[in-house]
């Protein structure tokens, strides 16, 4: 029988408070928040404010990471989330970042990754804790 690895879910953002847009602070308020919302195991983060404005990030988490970048002059956030593991988590951190963005539509894909036999015995990706 086979299952999945991990789960992708590449989402843009549209029509955002572009004042939590602007600020690498208020974004990486959110992203953090988000991580420790679904239980996830954060390993380090990066973040870049741009200027005169607009932010980019990233997560690393031991079941892979979180990122965004935005557009705020456009409302528009680009946001990335991937994890390996309980595929509940990944959906979990997203939820919260969009209940943090409210976006005001939101263009969202799912992938589930690394289709493997149950038989087969993975260890390569692995939580902490």
Known sequence: MAKTLGV???ADFYGCDSEILKSADKMAEV???AVKHANLNKLSSYYH???PFGATGV???SESHLSFHTW????YVAIDVYTCGDHENAFKAFDYIVEKLKPEK???EVHFRGVVNEEEEV???????
Do not use: D, L, R, Y
């Open 8 to 10: 992708h879910i590449v």
């Open 31 to 33: 992203f953090e928040g």
């Open 49 to 51: 404010q741009f200027e």
């Open 59 to 61: 997560v690393v988490i």
């Open 72 to 75: 705020p002059e456009h409302g």
């Open 106 to 108: 939101i263009e969202k």
């Open 123 to 129: 260890t390569f990706c692995a939580s902490v804790g």
